[in-house]
């Protein structure tokens, strides 16, 4: 559990200046600091009500998927300065057929200390579990989006809610059956919906011995489900069961994440001051726009060339207000009250 003692120290730093020295520092003894989230293929097996690439199924870009040589390319690059790597973002990794070798590649061949995979999950087997386990996967994160049949077919079609089931019953099985097996985090995504099933979460994935559970609200983008974000009084509600549920959380010993980002904040969002120098989402669907060109340089290069030091010198002059305020339109990164 390491790296979430690691975010709640994250959260315990206030001074932007003293994290960028010390991602510059890390930088220049060349120790790992990186977190890479890379989507193997654009493709799906579902098309979640909640999900904003969902809309964009049509768009003949999002059916491309990188080939093992480009992967194998991207790990070289990125994965020797990587301290977290995950398996999955916007699509389905699962989709992928050698997924299983990309993990097994980030944990035997670069040393990764924290591999994990994203998947709603329809597309595993007891064989995926075990071979995911033997290569040293660290955790797995489930997207759910509703806890009862009703609302987890509704909002993640053409799931089955049986499947899901069994899953987490192959999984407890597995992890009971072994000394060392990946962790498991649940994500719940809330929408207005679905807030009902929000005090009784824990109650479902306390029984499968979950380790880690976040709760987040929907992003409120172009998607599928038109009803949009939580209004006020629906926020209301949504941080005070946050509450509860962080209470619960302890007493059952899980790791318990709270999305505090945009409307639901308690306080202003300050974690992708940081984005830009430790977080990279690769897609096939982006790859040649990502600012790092790692078709043709190595990762030194890439901060020779954009004068990297030069620029987290520039963030350290800046003040933290200016910088939340240039950075206010991206999506929150580590923005997570854990405990």
């Not at 799906?44 to 199924?57: I, K, P, T, Y």
């Not at 061949?109 to 595993?124: A, D, E, F, S």
């Amino acid at each position: 559990m390491w790296f979430y003692k690691l975010l709640r120290l994250n959260s315990m730093i206030h001074s932007h200046r003293l994290k960028l020295a010390g991602v510059a520092l890390l930088n220049s003894l060349g120790m790992r600091h990186l977190c890479v989230r890379l989507d193997p293929t654009m493709r799906c097996n579902l098309r979640c009500l909640m999900c904003g690439s969902s809309v964009e199924d049509e768009d003949p870009k999002y059916k491309t998927q990188f080939t093992m040589e480009e992967i194998s390319r991207i790990m070289e690059v990125f994965l020797p300065y990587t301290l977290q790597f995950y398996l999955g973002c916007q699509r389905e990794p699962t989709m992928y057929k050698p997924f299983g070798e990309i993990v097994r590649m980030a944990k035997r061949q670069y040393g990764v200390p924290m591999v994990g995979i994203v998947t709603n999950g329809q597309l595993l087997t007891r064989d995926h579990l075990t071979e995911l386990a033997d290569h040293g996967l660290d955790e797995m994160t489930l997207s759910v989006h509703g806890i009862e049949r009703e609302t987890f077919e509704r909002f993640m079609p053409p799931s089955k809610f049986e499947k899901h089931i069994r899953l987490m019953e192959e999984i407890q099985s597995l992890r009971a059956s072994r000394k060392r097996a990946f962790r498991l985090r649940v994500n719940y995504v809330v929408n207005q919906d679905t807030l009902h099933e929000l005090p009784h979460v824990l109650d479902v994935y306390s029984k499968y011995k979950i380790d880690v559970m976040q709760v987040r609200p929907m992003k409120v983008r172009t998607m599928l489900y038109e009803k949009g974000g939580l209004d006020e009084r629906q926020r209301q509600v949504y941080r005070q069961t946050v509450s509860q549920m962080r209470q619960q959380a302890r007493d059952l010993g899980i790791i318990f994440i709270a999305n505090d980002s945009g409307v639901y904040a308690r306080r202003p969002a300050e974690s992708a001051i940081l984005q830009e120098e430790i977080a990279h989402f690769i897609a096939p669907s982006d790859a040649r726009n990502h600012r790092v060109h790692w078709w043709e340089e190595t990762y030194p290069q890439y901060r020779r060339r954009t004068k990297w030091y030069r620029g987290v010198a520039r963030k350290c002059l800046t003040s933290r207000q200016a910088l939340c305020e240039s950075i206010e339109s991206r999506l929150g990164f580590l923005d997570y009250d854990i405990s």
